[in-house]
Nanobody
Framework: QVTLVESGGGLVQAGGSLRLSCAAS????????MAWFRQAPGKEREFVTG????????PYTDSVKGRFTISRDNAKNTVYLQMNSLKPEDTAVYYC???????????????WGQGTQVTVSS
């Protein structure tokens, strides 16, 4: 069992940056694959990026490659999402999720945070 709490969302102008954090409870954080998803109004939840247990594997969806960076600190039970060069189309609620396997499908994740709103103005 793991509880996830996101923070760091907000309102930013296009071209700006935000850093999201996801703090996990429990002692087994390092045994989970972690991921960030996002969901815009009227759209399905979308895989943004994920990170393996060691941090060596970090796939990204094409629209964020070169702009977003995922990282994790297993000592702090926290995963981060650094978002640079933000665009209005990045506006969404961002969720972190935990799973046994690094998958792009939301259905593959057992644990979810409550989400944090990111709004990018043009």
């Amino acid at each position: 069992q793991v509880t996830l709490v996101e923070s760091g969302g907000g309102l930013v102008q296009a071209g700006g940056s935000l850093r999201l954090s996801c703090a996990a409870s429990g002692r087994t954080f390092s045994s989970y694959v972690m991921a960030w998803f996002r969901q815009a109004p009227g759209k399905e939840r979308e895989f943004v990026t994920g990170i393996s247990r060691s941090g060596n594997n970090t796939p990204y969806t094409d629209s964020v490659k070169g702009r977003f960076t995922i990282s994790r600190d297993n000592a702090k039970n926290t995963v981060y999402l650094q978002m640079n060069s933000l665009k209005p189309e990045d506006t969404a609620v961002y969720y972190c999720a935990a799973s046994t396997y690094l998958l792009r499908a939301a259905t593959g994740y057992n644990y979810w945070g409550q989400g944090t709103q990111v709004t990018v103005s043009s």
